[in-house]
């Protein structure tokens, strides 16, 4: 019998980080303790009292029974009310907040949700990968917007085509930015509504590193800006705000319509969120423990001003970031990023993300994560490379 499997994983781009990966191992089978640099993967700990809730939550019987598909209503109550607090929006938890199984998964579905076939999506370049496959998946048709530094990794809306402004459906922005580490202020969410609303395009904004934030910098919410409530959806994750990236745990929130039609993909595509998992994270939206946040971020703060100085060190230009713990950063003219990233794990034993993994945009950029409780040991390798 010949398989065939379905023609829309040919529309994938080829998975560099198999390569990548075959060569840390080559790595690793010679001796070298390879330090991960690579993923946005926090190793602080869950604060402990939601690890605690988790505890008490999992010995309900109750909790091991099929949860509510849109999510518990004590969570989604508790996750606007977070948002209220946290950006002065109210919303209303049963119409406009949905449960995810993390915001990838909720920004997958959402896709399927809005995008029909022909549809063209505005997609950032370089950006996460899920927005792509989203799109293509479900017959969309992707326009790739590019975020370079000399715009400090903004998109150009207004350099958009009018046709392509007129068939598109959605617009996908991420700040502050995965992989770029780009922020913004208000007036920036402000045009994009503007955009939006003249060109009817659903405005989709992943905000899943809102919160990992320095110096006095905070992330506004695109709901802070008039008009947004027609035509959004933004998705906040638990992961990096609570170091919970394995608990699988977020929400979507905004206009009533669009969150209908993603928990209507939902009901039919998966069975929600463990019932205990969403207790223990009503635990950490109440914020029980307000002063652990500071402190990570803090912690980040002191690893990033580290790292950024041992880059400039080596005549490696990066910006120190405002927010995210990721340090965007240019390779040498005479690599690329993919050997780039070759070098410095062949002689460091230091793994790190090649830009071009994000797109095409991402060519040229290395991007190094903060991840790490090594971080002061990578920084010691680095300083040995010959650039």
Known sequence: MEIKTASRLALLPPYLFAELDRLKKEVASKGVDVISLSIGDPDLPTPRHIVETLKRAADEPKNHRYPDYEGLPQFREASADWYRRRFGVSFDYQREVCALIGSKEGIANFATAVVDPGDIVLIPDPGYPVYYSGCVFNGGEPYFLPLRK?????????SIPAEIARRAKVLWLNYPNNPTAATVDLSFFQDAVKFSLKHDVILAHDSAYSEIAYDGYRSPSVFQTDGSRECAIEFHSLSKTFSMTGWRVG?????????????????????????????????????????????????????????????????????????????????????????????????????????????????????????????????????????
């Open 150 to 158: 000399e715009n400090a990794f903004l998109p150009d809306l207004g």
């Open 251 to 387: 929400f979507a929130i905004g206009n009533a319509k669009l969150i209908g039609a993603l928990g209507k993909v939902k009901t039919n595509m998966d069975s929600g969120v463990f019932q205990a998992v969403q207790e223990a994270a009503i635990t950490g939206l109440a914020g029980g423990d307000g002063d652990k946040l500071a402190e990570y971020c803090a912690i980040y703060k002191e690893r990033r001003d580290l790292l950024v100085k041992a880059l400039r060190a080596l005549g490696l230009e990066c910006e120190n970031p405002r927010a995210t713990f990721y340090v965007w950063t240019k390779v040498p003219r005479v690599y690329t990023s993919v050997s780039f990233t070759e070098r410095v794990l062949k002689e460091s034993g230091i793994a790190i993300t090649p830009g071009s993994g994000f797109g095409k945009g991402g060519e040229g950029y290395v991007r190094f994560s903060l991840t790490s409780e090594r971080l002061v040991e990578a920084v010691d390798r680095l300083k040995a490379l010959r650039l």
